[in-house]
C-alpha cells in the first residue's frame, strides 16, 4: 500500500527527548495515524526512530528532514522504514533509491516534479506546501501532471486539511500541529491522541 494512502494525515514530529517517543508514538496510533515522520533536527531524533521501531510496531515509523546520504543510512540502521527530504538533490535521491525504502522526495515546482518523473516517481512531497503556492498551485499541477500525488507538508492545519485532501492529486497532508511541543513537554499525550483522532476522522477508513 502506497505510504500516501495509509492515513489522511502524516505527524511530523520534533523530537527533543527520546523519552517522549514511545508514549507520543502510542498516543498518534490510538488516534488513528499509524504513519509517524520523526524529523531528523534534534540529536535524539535517531533514538527516538529507534524506540518507537522496537516498542510501537503499530506504528509506520520513518524519518524527515532527510537531507544527505548518511541521514538516509542512519534512518535505515534505525529501523525507519520511510524517508521524507524537504527538498530533492540528486544525489539524496540516488541514496534514498539505493536504500530500498519508500521515500517522498520534496519538489516545490513543475520542474522538480518533472525530474524525480523522469526517475519513475509519481508521490512526492509538497513543501512548503502554503508558501509554495498551496492549492492553487497544487491544482495547477494536476493539468499538465496528472500522473503525480503529493503529500503537501507545511503551514498546512486541521482546518485547511481538508480542502488539501479534495483534490485528486492529493494523497495525505502533514504537518506538526498534532504534536504540539508543550503538550510534549507535559507529557499531556490525551492531547496527542484528541488532535490525531481529529484528523484521522478527516478520511474515514473503508
Ligand atoms: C515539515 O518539515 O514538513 C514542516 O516543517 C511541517 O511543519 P508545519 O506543519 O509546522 O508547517
Not at 512548503?128 to 503525480?148: C, I, N, R
Request: proline letters at 8%.
Amino acid at each position: 500500500m502506497s505510504l500516501l494512502d495509509i492515513a489522511p494525515v502524516v505527524p511530523v514530529v520534533v523530537i527533543d527527548d527520546a523519552e517522549t517517543a514511545v508514549p507520543l508514538a502510542r498516543a498518534l496510533v490510538a488516534g488513528g495515524l499509524p504513519v509517524i515522520e520523526v524529523t531528523l533536527r534534534t540529536a535524539p531524533a535517531l533514538e527516538a526512530v529507534r524506540r518507537i521501531a522496537a516498542e510501537v510496531p503499530e506504528a509506520v515509523i520513518g524519518t524527515g528532514t532527510v537531507r544527505t546520504a548518511d541521514d538516509v543510512r542512519a534512518s535505515a540502521q534505525a529501523g525507519a522504514k520511510f524517508l521524507v527530504s524537504p527538498g530533492s538533490t540528486a544525489a539524496l535521491v540516488d541514496a534514498m533509491q539505493d536504500s530500498g525504502l519508500p521515500f517522498l522526495a520534496g519538489v516545490a515546482t513543475a520542474s522538480e516534479v518533472m525530474t524525480l518523473a523522469e526517475r519513475g516517481l509519481t508521490e512526492m512531497k509538497f513543501f512548503p506546501a502554503e508558501a509554495a503556492g498551496g492549492l492553487p498551485y497544487l491544482k495547477s499541477l494536476a493539468g499538465p501532471l496528472p500522473d503525480v500525488r503529493f503529500c503537501p507538508t507545511g503551514g498546512i492545519r486541521l482546518a485547511t486539511a481538508p480542502d488539501y485532501l479534495a483534490l485528486p492529486n492529493v494523497g495525505c497532508v502533514g504537518g506538526t500541529w498534532l504534536t504540539p511541543a508543550d503538550a510534549l513537554a507535559t507529557g499531556d499525550y490525551a492531547r496527542v491522541e484528541k488532535l490525531a483522532a481529529e484528523a484521522a476522522a478527516l478520511r474515514p477508513q473503508v
